[in-house]
T-cell receptor, first 113, second 115 residues
Framework: DGGITQSPKYLFRKEGQNVTLSCEQN?????MYWYRQDPGQGLRLIYYSQIVNDFQKGDIAEGYSVSREKKESFPLTVTSAQKNPTAFYLC????????????FGNGTRLTVT | KQEVTQIPAALSVPEGENLVLNCSFTDSAIYNLQWFRQDPGKGLTSLLL?????REQTSGRLNASLDKSSGRSTLYIAASQPGDSATYLC??????????????FGQGTILTVHP
């Protein structure tokens, strides 16, 4: 079955540590996205990539980094510079071009203490 | 800056009722509007996508309408079932540039359908 796999489902880290969230898709989609979801705030775009080896900052990119070395993979690193990293992180993908619905993974819940 | 608002924040209805969820947006220059469903602790599932040139889209018991000029969309769910219980989110793709998929989301409506 085609889909988006995010791992792990739950992640716990100590403050000051960098952590990388995995996102893999086998839908052959060109575009991939990272969103953050906080209670009462909806989803906010962190980074997006429309093609391999290219990515753009979203609305809240500070304290995050990404890479897009393969079409299937779009890992997100939450760095120690991110002030409030505890959140639910969602990865999504879509085929190239507008008017293509987004497909989401099941998310990674990150808790930093 | 685009802002998306969903009303009501929560809705509880008995099984079998027809219901309407509302979504409004401040900037009418959108490319499309999407409705999603989210179950607790899960990702989002795309329900309907309405292009800016369209007035409505239908899928099964779901019907979404779009009035771009007034900045509103509604999601109509017919004959609601307990399995429809979830959070429903709307999101707009803002027109302009070549970037796509940069959606602005509403905060969602939590729907509970009780037997």
């Amino acid at each position: 079955d085609g889909g988006i796999t995010q791992s792990p489902k739950y992640l716990f880290r100590k403050e000051g540590q960098n952590v990388t969230l995995s996102c893999e898709q086998n839908l052959n989609h060109d575009a991939m996205y990272w969103y953050r979801q906080d209670p009462g705030q909806g989803l906010r775009l962190i980074y997006y990539s429309q093609i391999v080896n290219d990515f753009q900052k979203g609305d809240i990119a500070e304290g995050y980094s990404v890479s897009r070395e393969k079409k299937e993979s779009f890992p997100l690193t939450v760095t120690s510079a991110q002030k409030n990293p505890t959140a639910f992180y969602l990865c999504a993908s879509s085929i190239q071009g507008r008017n293509s619905p987004l497909h989401f993974g099941n998310g990674t819940r990150l808790t930093v203490t | 800056k685009q802002e998306v608002t969903q009303i009501p924040a929560a809705l509880s209805v008995p099984e079998g009722e027809n219901l309407v969820l509302n979504c409004s947006f401040t900037d009418s220059a959108i490319y499309n509007l999407q409705w999603f469903r989210q179950d607790p602790g899960k990702g989002l599932t795309s329900l309907l996508l309405i292009q800016s040139s369209q007035r409505e889209q239908t899928s099964g018991r779901l019907n979404a309408s779009l009035d771009k000029s007034s900045g509103r969309s509604t999601l109509y769910i017919a004959a609601s079932q307990p399995g429809d219980s979830a959070t429903y989110l709307c999101a707009v793709d803002n027109a302009g540039g070549t970037s796509y998929g940069k959606l602005t989301f509403g905060q969602g409506t939590i729907l509970t359908v009780h037997p």
